[in-house]
């Protein structure tokens, strides 16, 4: 193990080739068929034998067996890319009108260099690493998808580490791994209301039930459940992002709808939000002589770090790279990432991979058409997977 990073700068040149290729045939959401075939191609060449394709659509499941007995360990890589046009001129710059814009193609990349390392260390590796290629974390539907496919059994996985490459946190520099306990992402759900009155003239408005001033009430009264129901230092976020409702100046029609988001970072406070939507836009409704009728959909959860389990990994980030690169991130973001799913039925971290050189210009954020990343720092996410696989049972 002492020499990981050694072994893995060794074998820079085929991370970044991975990368570059998978970069060059970016695939959107679930339908990834490419990239998988091109991780299965590339698994085969380097010798794992235990493949499984097709695990929820295009998800690919690979297993590196240790020759020591012990627990299973899941390194999860998503593999997704955006409708994003790419402006970054990098000669393997994307052709199809999709590109890499969140450093997917490099999560990808430093799991199969973690896989080549293992295969190299299969004498003192204790156990099982199962790596879990992930397609559609962008739309977070591919981590439910492949563990309603049975990815997290057979073998039935222990615990489970990730990885997010870029600049994502700004204390993270480039070359740096960042750690939080706890929360790091927030749960994402989503939202549809739709308001029923009754149409009629907008001259009459006694004669009809208004279902536009019943929204218009419900889109203020909703942040009270924030700002008058939750402790202040408790976080969450309720956006309404779309009003549609009405046709003409004159009528007041039958329904008016808003869609919207919340974001919370803690269970219960999840389950109280959603609940205190339902109370909201009913008593609004009711109140007006309407309806309110909700369409509520559960995301992913949200990210919690395990304690115990990120300690062990930030104490081996700190022996691998030194103490002085690994950072403790401060605060959660209220976006979220499907990796969640995972954590949420075994313990695990995910961790941040700094990645951004500004002197090479990798100044643009992520999802932007100018985005990119700095391929010196992959050997360090491989050796931190592979790593980290070889001695968190120790
Ligand atoms: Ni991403």
């Not at 075939?37 to 929820?56: C, P, S, T």
């Not at 919370?264 to 409704?285: G, I, M």
């Not at 058409?369 to 050997?379: M, N, R």
Request: proline fraction near 5%; include cysteine.
């Amino acid at each position: 193990m002492e020499h990981i990073l050694e072994e893995a700068k060794s074998i820079s040149a085929e991370i970044a080739e991975w990368r570059r290729h998978l970069h060059q045939t970016p695939e959107l959401g679930l339908e990834t068929p490419k990239t998988s075939a091109y991780i299965v191609q590339e698994l085969k060449k380097m010798g794992v034998e235990d493949i499984r394709e097709r695990v929820g659509g295009w998800g690919v499941a690979a297993l590196v067996k240790g020759e020591k007995p012990g627990k299973t360990l899941a390194i999860r890589a998503d593999c997704d890319a955006l409708p994003i046009k790419e402006e970054t001129g990098l000669p393997f710059a994307s052709k199809n009108g999709l590109m890499h814009a969140c450093g997917h193609d490099a999560h990808t990349a430093m799991a199969l260099g973690a896989a080549k390392l293992l295969l190299a260390h299969k004498a003192e590796l204790a156990g099982t690493v199962k790596f879990i290629f992930q397609p559609a974390e962008e739309n977070v539907q591919g981590a439910k998808a492949m563990i309603d496919d049975g990815v997290m059994e057979n073998p039935h996985v222990d615990a489970l580490i990730g990885l997010h490459t870029g600049c994502l946190w700004k204390e993270v520099g480039n070359g740096e791994i960042g750690v939080r306990f706890g929360s790091l992402m927030a749960a994402v759900d989503r939202f549809v209301v739709t308001f029923k009155g009754k149409g009629g003239h907008g001259a009459t408005p006694h004669l009809a039930v208004d279902p536009v001033t019943m929204t218009a009430t419900a889109v203020l009264e909703l942040q009270t459940i924030l700002s008058r129901e939750l402790s202040p230092l408790d976080a969450a976020v309720l956006t309404v992002g779309r009003i549609e409702g009405g046709k003409s100046f004159n009528i007041i029609p039958e329904s008016c709808l808003i869609e919207g988001t919340v974001r919370t970072l803690n269970p219960s406070t999840r389950a109280f939000v959603e609940e205190r939507l339902r109370a909201v836009v009913s008593r609004v409704a009711d109140g007006m002589r309407g309806e309110a009728e909700v369409e509520y959909e559960s995301g992913p959860p949200p990210l919690i770090n395990d304690t115990d389990f990120t300690r062990t990994f930030q104490a081996f980030a700190a022996r691998l790279a030194g103490a002085e690169k690994v950072k403790e991130i401060g605060e959660p973001t209220m976006g979220g990432e499907d990796v969640a799913y995972f954590l949420e039925m075994v313990p695990g971290t995910f961790f941040v991979h700094g990645s951004c050189a500004p002197e090479k210009g990798q100044v643009y954020p992520h999802h932007n058409p100018k985005f990119d990343v700095d391929e010196e720092t992959f050997p360090l996410g491989s050796a931190l997977f592979a790593g980290f696989a070889l001695t968190w049972q120790q």
